[in-house]
């Protein structure tokens, strides 16, 4: 790696660092997630001070060969003049906290970087949240190796039939139910990404159960937060 790297990036975490110093985990165009250290950047003076905001693409420049990179400069050009997306922040930080379980250290995500760029600007723009909430973690999932088959039934290997009910089981597929009100049709919308056609509740229950077969089933703390506003 050279003296100096520049990148584009969008900041997924931060936390303190000393008194006046901030460790930012990033999500990169180049090299997928990254922590830097910004240092200084607590203090009102510092060129860091108030730039290291969530879900506003920046550019950096950083050094250093260790895993933990030394911030040298962030340009402001790229990100957005206001921001529009108080309304949405606790589902936008879910993503963000799913990407920072989710994703590996130091591997190149390009086309999952992309995909996270059009999300933010599809919420920026008020588009359906929820749906695009779920258009989100299903391509995560298969860009991240998690994806399911959406043509075979998983005990029989037979094609999925439009008009046939079925059930979902995480980390495999589907498989033939009596008992469900989730029909083959909605699969092969689900499979073509015409989420408007397939019950919210159904689309709802299958990213959460892939999802929480992906994190082990451990729960995330933006889901408890969820939880909590609920009550």
Do not use: W
């Not at 003296?3 to 997924?12: P, R």
């Not at 030394?70 to 606790?90: G, P």
């Not at 949240?129 to 995560?140: A, G, P, Q, S």
């Amino acid at each position: 790696m050279s003296q100096s790297d520049c990148d584009e990036c969008f900041l997924l975490h931060q936390r303190s660092y000393g008194e006046t110093s901030i460790i930012a985990e990033v999500f990169t165009k180049k090299n997928g997630r990254m922590s830097v250290i910004a240092k200084g950047a607590k203090k009102p003076k510092s060129k860091f001070f108030g730039y290291l905001a969530p879900f506003n693409k920046l550019s950096i420049s950083y050094s250093g060969k260790s895993e933990l990179k030394t911030l040298t400069s962030i340009d402001t050009n790229l990100a957005r003049s206001e921001n529009t997306l108080t309304k949405t922040s606790y589902s936008l930080l879910y993503i963000n906290e799913l990407l920072m379980k989710l994703l590996p250290k130091d591997a190149k995500q390009e086309d999952l970087f992309d995909l996270y760029e059009i999300f933010l600007n599809k919420v920026s723009s008020n588009e359906d949240l929820e749906i695009t909430l779920r258009h989100f973690e299903l391509d995560l999932l298969d860009m991240l190796g998690y994806g399911f088959d959406y043509d075979i039934d998983i005990d029989t290997n037979n094609l999925i039939d439009p008009n046939k009910s079925y059930s979902f089981v995480a980390e495999k597929g589907f498989r033939k139910s009596d008992n469900s009100t989730f029909f083959g049709k909605d699969i092969i919308n689900i499979k073509n990404r015409k989420l408007d056609k397939v019950s919210r509740k159904h689309l709802k229950h299958i990213t959460t159960e892939a999802i929480s077969a992906c994190l082990d089933g451990k729960d995330l703390a933006s889901r408890q937060i969820f939880k909590k506003i609920r009550q």
